[in-house]
RNA sequence: GCGGACGUGGCGGAAAGGCAGACGCAGCGGUCUUAAAAACCGCUGGGGGGCAACCCCCGUGCGGGUUCGAAUCCCGCCGUCCGCACCA
C-alpha cells in the first residue's frame, strides 16, 4: 500500500470513538439543545417518562429514551421550537432501601448518581435541555408537591380517613389500591400485602372519576391504554334502592338490574358491613362474628381468589327485610362475595338473574324466583334451572312492570321506581380515592400540624416547604420514620401558637411525577408551582413516551391533577398528555425480565465503547417495531456499525467533490427517484413510530448509492443532492456520525439546525412499471409497461401474453379483472 | 372464566385484500491478501425438473369459509402474551 493511499484510508476510516466526543463537547459549548421558549415556530413539547435515579441507564432506558428522542430531532428539523427536558424521579423506596443496604443516605446515594446518569445521557447524544433539569427530592421542587396539596385541602380534595388499606409487610407502608398488583402483590417489592384498618390521606380522585373516563375517549393514546384505564375507573349506571329493615333500619343496596327488584328474594351484606352487628339477632350474633371474623383473616388470600368455582359461603343473620316492591320479607345473609369496598357493600340478591346470587341460592336452598323470561327459548323453570339467566327479554311476576321488554324498557323501570319512591338512578364507579401518605422517610412530608386545640391545622404557605430533615433514622419500623425525630415532630401550632406534632408521614411518590412535567416549563419558579404563562404555552405535551407499565398508576394520576391544576386556575387545559405511545420492553436474551441480581441487566457503556453510540442506537430501532419490545441480541448491532461505515464511506469518497459531469439522463432520473422515495419513506415511517422500518429505508439509499457511486451519475449536482439528504435523513437516528458529515461535505454547522427534506412527488413517479399478470389468481407472466398504461392496453397485453396463453390451456376467459397499475388477473374456469 | 393482541425462513422482522419473506443478522461461495481481518461481489423458505437461460409444485400455527385473488377479512380450534376477574 502507498503511503498515499494509507493515509487516505486512515483518514476516511469511520472513527465513532473521535467524532462523538467532539461533537459533545461542541453541541454544549454552544447549547445546541438549550431551548429558547421565544424561539420561533410551532412549539413541540416531546416528554419521556422520567427515570428513577438507580446509578445507571441500562438497554432498556437507551430503549425508552434514545428513541423519542430520534422524534423530538425530528420535529426539531421541521421547524418546531422542541423542549426535550429530563429530570429525576428522586423519592421512593429504591432510594431508601438501597441506603439502609449500603448504610449510605438517601439523599447522597441519590445525588451521587444523577451526575452518573446524566453523562450516560450524554453519550446516548440525547437533545435534552439540562437547564431544565428537575430533581424531585430537593426543597425547591417538593414544596410544591405541599403546596399542590394544602390547596387540594381547602378545596376538600385532599382528606384524611380511617379505612381499610393495603400494607405491604415488607415496604412497611401502606400503599394505594393501584399499587397492588394481581394476587395481593406489592408493585414495588412482590411481597403479599393484607389490610389494615389505618387513618390515612387521600386525595379524592373519584370526585373526577366521570371526566377521567369521558376525557379519555378524545385522546391519541393506545387503545389498549385507555380500556385499561376505562377498566379502573369502573363505571356502573344502575339505581340506589332502599329495602327497610325489620329493625326499622334502611338497607341501601346499588344495582345494575334494578328491573329485576321483584326477583329480589334475599339480601348480602358484606361481612364488615356496619349494619351487620345492629341487625344480627342473639341466636345469630356468634355464628354470624365468627364467620365475619374468618372472612376478614381471609379477605387477602382467599377473597378476591382467582378461582371462581370456589363454592359460596355465607351465614344468616337472623334478620329480615322487605322487599320495597313485593313487601315480601325476604332474610339477610352476610358473605364474603358481598365487598364492602363497592357500591354500598349490601345487595339484593335476584338468583334467576345473577350467576353469584344463584349459586348462593342453590347452596343455602334460598327461594328463586325468575322475572326475566327469555323470548326465543323454553320459559325459565326456578326449580331445574341450572344457572341464572342474564340475557335479554321480558319482565314477569313483576306486578306493573309485567310485559316491558328489557333491556330496552329499563328508562321506564328507573323513570317507575323514581316516582315511586323506592330508589333513584345511580352511577357507581370501581375507583377508589388515591391513598396517599405512606410511612416511609424518603418522600415529601404532608404539611399538616396536629394540634390539641385546634386539630389538623395545614402549614402556611409562608412556612413552605416542611423540610424533610437529614437527620433521620430511616430504618423502617412500620411507623413513619419522622415519628422518632423530636426537633421534627415537635412544632408550634400556626393556629394558636401552642404545642403541636407535625404530619409524620410522607407523600407517595406518584405525587411528584403528577405534575413534573409543568416544572421542566419554568423549572426556577419561586411563587407558585409553575409559571402559568410559561406553562399555557408549552403544555399540554404533544407527545409523551413511556411503559406501559403506567398505563393505570401515574397516568390516572396526572391526568387527575392536571384537572386539579385546571381548576385552581393555574392552567386552562384538563388533559396533560395529548399523544401518547409506549415502548415494549426489552427483555434479557433468554427471553425473561432482565434482572439486575441475575446478572442479565445489559449496560450500554461497552457496546457504546465498541461500536458508538450511533450504532447503539440504530440496532435499538432496528430491533423490531418499538412498541413490542422482545429479547435483547447484540447480534445486529455489527450490521449498523458497516451501514454507518458505508455511508461514511460514501459521503467522503474523493470523487464527491465538485459535481460538473454529465451522466444519461435516465440515471439521473433513477438517483433522484431513490432519493425522494427515501426522503417519503423515512418520513412516513417516523411519523408512523415505525423505527425499524425507517432505519431499512436509510439502508436501502446507501445501498442504492453504492451501486451508483462509480458509475456517471455520482459526479452530478444530483449525487450532492442524494449525499446531502442521506445526511439529513440520518441526523434524528446518528447524530453524531451526521454532524462529522456535514461538515466533511462543506455544509454550514449544525446539521441539527437544518429544515427536514422535502420530496417531489413528481420526481418518485416511475416512467416504467411492472405489472404481475395471473392466470387464476397465480402470477404467470410480468408485464412491463408505462406508468400510465390504460387499461384496454393492460388487458390486451395480458391476454396476448404467450406465457397466459400456455395456462389458459385453450380455455376461453371467463373474466379479466385489472387494479390500475397493480396487476391483472385473467380467470377462466 | 371474560376481553384484547399476536403466531411469517436458522434468527430479528417486512408486506394500503394484489409478485410473501423488504432490510438486517447468521451461513455459504467468490474477489483482494503470503495469510487473516476489514472491505467488496454473489447465493441463501422447502421440494422437484432441466446442459442452460430458466421452469413447475408446495409454503405465513391448524381446519373451514368469503373473494377473480387471503399472511391480511370471517368462523372454529391450538399456542403465546397482556388486561380484567365474585364490582352487584
Not at 97 to 123: C, L, S, V
Not at 406 to 420: S, Y
Not at 681 to 694: I, S, W
Request: hydrophobic share 40%.
Amino acid at each position: 500500500m502507498t503511503e498515499v493511499a494509507e493515509r487516505r484510508e486512515l483518514a476516511e476510516r469511520y472513527d465513532p470513538a473521535a467524532i462523538e466526543p467532539k461533537w459533545r463537547a461542541r453541541w454544549e459549548a454552544d447549547n445546541l439543545y438549550r431551548t429558547d421558549d421565544a424561539a420561533p415556530g410551532p412549539k413541540w413539547y416531546s416528554l419521556t417518562m422520567y427515570p428513577y435515579p438507580s446509578g445507571i441507564l441500562h438497554i432498556g432506558h437507551w430503549y425508552a429514551f434514545a428513541v423519542p428522542d430520534v422524534f423530538a430531532r425530528l420535529q426539531r428539523m421541521r421547524g418546531h421550537n422542541v423542549l426535550f427536558p429530563m429530570g429525576f424521579d428522586a423519592f421512593g423506596l429504591p432510594a431508601e432501601n438501597a441506603a439502609i443496604r449500603n448504610n449510605i443516605h438517601p439523599a447522597t446515594w441519590t445525588f451521587e448518581n444523577i451526575p452518573a446518569m446524566r453523562e450516560q445521557f450524554r453519550q446516548m447524544g440525547a437533545m435534552i435541555d439540562w437547564s431544565r433539569e428537575v430533581v424531585t427530592c430537593t426543597p425547591e421542587y417538593y414544596r410544591w408537591n405541599q403546596w399542590l396539596f394544602l390547596r387540594m385541602l381547602e378545596r376538600g380534595l385532599a382528606y384524611r380517613a380511617n379505612g381499610s388499606v393495603w400494607w405491604c409487610p415488607n415496604d412497611q407502608t401502606v400503599l394505594a389500591n393501584e399499587q397492588v398488583l394481581e394476587g395481593n402483590v406489592c408493585e414495588r417489592c412482590g411481597a403479599q400485602v393484607s389490610k389494615r384498618d389505618l387513618e390515612q390521606w387521600y386525595f379524592k380522585i373519584t370526585e373526577y372519576a366521570e371526566e377521567l373516563l369521558r376525557d379519555a375517549e378524545g385522546l391519541d393514546w393506545p387503545e389498549r391504554v385507555k380500556t385499561m384505564q376505562r377498566n379502573w375507573i369502573g363505571r356502573s349506571e344502575g339505581a340506589r334502592l332502599s329495602f327497610a329493615l325489620e329493625t326499622g333500619d334502611t338497607l341501601e343496596v346499588f344495582t345494575t338490574r334494578p328491573d329485576t327488584v321483584f326477583g329480589a328474594t334475599f339480601m348480602v351484606l358484606a361481612p364488615e358491613h356496619p349494619l351487620v352487628p345492629t341487625i344480627t339477632t342473639e341466636d345469630r350474633r356468634a355464628e354470624v362474628e365468627a364467620y365475619a371474623e374468618r372472612a376478614r383473616r381471609e379477605t387477602e388470600i382467599e377473597r378476591q381468589s382467582t378461582d371462581v368455582e370456589r363454592p359460596k359461603t355465607g351465614v344468616f343473620t337472623g334478620a329480615y327485610a322487605l322487599n320495597p316492591v313485593t313487601d315480601e320479607r325476604i332474610p339477610v345473609w352476610i358473605a364474603d362475595y358481598v365487598l364492602m369496598g363497592y357500591g354500598t357493600g349490601a345487595i339484593m340478591a335476584v338468583p334467576a338473574g345473577d350467576e353469584r346470587d344463584f349459586r348462593f341460592a342453590r347452596a343455602f336452598g334460598l327461594p328463586i324466583r325468575v322475572v326475566v323470561q327469555p323470548e326465543d327459548q323454553e320459559p325459565l323453570d326456578p326449580t331445574t334451572m341450572t344457572e341464572a339467566y342474564h340475557g335479554p327479554g321480558v319482565l314477569v311476576n313483576s306486578g306493573e312492570l309485567d310485559g316491558l321488554r328489557v333491556p330496552e324498557r329499563m328508562p321506564d323501570v328507573l323513570a317507575w321506581i323514581e316516582a315511586t319512591g323506592r330508589g333513584r338512578r345511580e352511577v357507581t364507579y370501581r375507583l377508589r380515592d388515591w391513598l396517599i401518605s405512606r410511612q416511609r422517610y424518603w418522600g415529601t412530608p404532608i404539611p399538616v400540624v396536629y394540634c390539641d386545640g385546634c386539630g389538623v391545622v395545614p402549614v402556611p404557605d409562608d412556612q413552605l416547604p416542611v423540610e424533610l430533615p437529614l437527620d433521620a433514622e430511616f430504618t423502617p419500623t412500620g411507623q413513619s420514620p419522622l415519628v422518632s425525630h423530636a426537633a421534627f415532630l415537635h412544632t408550634t401550632c400556626p393556629k394558636c401558637g401552642g404545642p403541636g406534632r407535625r404530619e409524620t408521614d410522607t407523600m407517595d411518590t406518584f405525587v411528584d411525577s403528577s405534575w413534573y412535567w409543568f416544572r421542566y416549563t419554568s423549572p426556577g419558579e419561586g411563587a407558585l408551582p409553575f409559571d402559568p404563562g410559561r406553562a399555557g404555552r408549552w403544555c399540554p405535551v404533544d407527545l409523551y413516551c413511556g411503559g406501559i407499565e403506567h398505563a393505570i398508576l401515574h397516568l390516572l394520576y396526572a391526568r387527575f391533577v392536571t384537572k386539579v391544576c385546571r381548576d385552581l386556575g393555574l392552567v386552562g387545559h384538563g388533559e396533560p398528555f395529548v399523544r401518547l405511545r409506549n415502548q415494549g420492553i426489552i427483555l434479557a436474551a433468554e427471553g425473561t425480565k432482565m434482572s439486575k441480581s441475575r446478572g442479565t441487566q445489559v449496560g450500554p457503556d461497552e457496546l457504546v465503547r465498541d461500536h458508538g453510540a450511533d450504532a447503539l442506537r440504530l440496532h435499538l430501532m432496528y430491533l423490531g417495531p418499538w412498541d413490542q419490545g422482545g429479547p435483547w441480541n447484540d447480534r445486529g448491532i455489527a450490521g449498523m456499525e458497516r451501514f454507518l461505515r458505508r455511508a461514511f464511506a460514501l459521503a467522503t469518497e474523493a470523487g464527491t467533490g465538485p459535481s460538473d459531469g454529465e451522466a444519461p439522463a435516465a440515471e439521473v432520473r433513477a438517483l433522484q427517484r431513490l432519493t425522494h422515495r427515501t426522503i417519503a419513506q423515512v418520513t412516513r415511517d417516523l411519523d408512523g413510530f415505525q423505527f425499524n422500518t425507517m432505519v431499512a429505508a436509510l439502508i436501502e439509499l446507501v445501498n442504492g448509492l453504492m451501486r451508483l457511486k462509480d458509475g456517471p451519475v455520482a459526479r452530478t449536482p444530483e449525487w450532492r443532492e442524494a449525499l446531502e439528504t442521506l445526511v439529513l435523513l440520518m441526523a434524528p437516528s446518528t447524530p453524531y456520525v451526521a454532524e462529522e458529515l456535514w461538515e466533511r461535505l462543506g455544509k454550514p454547522y449544525s446539521v441539527h439546525q437544518q429544515a427536514w427534506p422535502s420530496f417531489d412527488p413528481e420526481l418518485i413517479r416511475e416512467e416504467l412499471i411492472e405489472i404481475p399478470v395471473q392466470v387464476n389468481g397465480k402470477v404467470r407472466d410480468k408485464l412491463t409497461v408505462p406508468a400510465d398504461v390504460t387499461e384496454d392496453a393492460a388487458r390486451e397485453l395480458a391476454l396476448t401474453s404467450p406465457r397466459v396463453q400456455a395456462f389458459l390451456a385453450g380455455k376461453a376467459p371467463t373474466k379479466v379483472v385489472y387494479v390500475p397499475g397493480r396487476l391483472v388477473n385473467v380467470v377462466a374456469r
